[in-house]
């Protein structure tokens, strides 16, 4: 059974980056797709990026200049980092493992549990 | 751009059928977008219920079922219950490696 959690700092001042960890456990990050997404206050679930242990990456466009999404070299890990946050980027921050088959993915299996994020002057 | 369209909102009387749809505003839904639906309860992260169109995540009762109906990729909920009371998102693959959720369906049971 994969076990996903998110760690970083529930605070983050406005301009400044983000940074959150997805910690795996259960299963390998050597395999499949692991992504980011976030729901705002109140509002929908919004898909952030996602990354192959191999260094395959690709971001929502939207995002795109401000988004860095890595795997740890712990190879346990993976990380997002949002840079130039504004109160917009407050949210829910979840991490979560695609199901794939033969390297294509058909949508998530696994969900973390969330990382609240409150930015703020 | 396009987007990914879901009703806002849907209600069910208990022991009913709902179908919730997930559209695209330019286009048709295929089996080649994956759809996947989530169940998400207030507070809470979202539970995996389809991927792949229609195949049910561990777990799931064989009331939630996925499939294409005409243009759009469909979540039917047979029998419906009380705690199926939830907010309802679908996941569409866009190509490139893009995904786009819709803005999901409040489902109320009464």
């Known amino acids: 059974q994969v076990q996903l959690q998110e760690s970083g700092p529930g605070l983050v001042k406005t301009s400044e980056t983000l940074s959150l960890t997805c910690s795996v456990s259960?299963?390998?990050?050597?395999?499949?797709?692991w992504s980011w997404i976030r729901q705002s206050p109140g509002k929908g679930l919004e898909w952030i990026g996602c990354?192959?242990?191999?260094?395959?990456?690709s971001y929502n466009p939207s995002l795109r200049s401000r988004v860095t999404i890595s795997v740890a070299t712990s190879r346990t890990q993976f990380s997002l980092r949002l840079t130039s946050v504004t109160a917009a980027d407050t949210a829910v921050y979840y991490c979560?493992?695609?199901?794939?088959?033969?390297?294509?993915?058909?949508?998530?299996?696994?969900w973390g549990q969330g990382a609240l994020v409150t930015v703020s002057s | 751009q396009t987007v990914v369209t879901q009703e806002p909102t849907f209600s069910v009387s208990p022991g009913g059928t709902v179908t919730l749809t997930c559209g695209l505003s330019?286009?048709?839904?295929?089996?080649?977008?994956?759809p996947s639906w989530y169940q998400q309860t207030p507070g809470q992260a979202p539970r995996t219920l389809i991927y792949?169109?229609?195949t049910r995540s561990s777990g799931v009762p064989d009331r939630f079922s996925g499939s294409i109906l005409g243009n759009n990729a469909a979540l039917t909920i047979t029998g419906a219950q009380a705690d199926d009371e939830s907010d309802y998102y679908c996941?569409?693959?866009?190509?490139?490696?893009?995904?786009?959720f819709g803005g999901g369906t409040k489902l109320t049971v009464l």
């Open positions: 330019s286009g048709s839904v295929s089996t080649t977008y994956y």
């Open positions: 996941l569409l693959y866009m190509g490139s490696g893009i995904w786009m």
């Open positions: 792949d169109t229609s």
């Open positions: 990354v192959h242990y191999t260094g395959s990456i």
């Open positions: 259960g299963g390998s990050i050597n395999s499949d797709y």
């Open positions: 979560a493992k695609y199901y794939c088959i033969n390297d294509v993915c058909r949508g998530f299996d696994y």
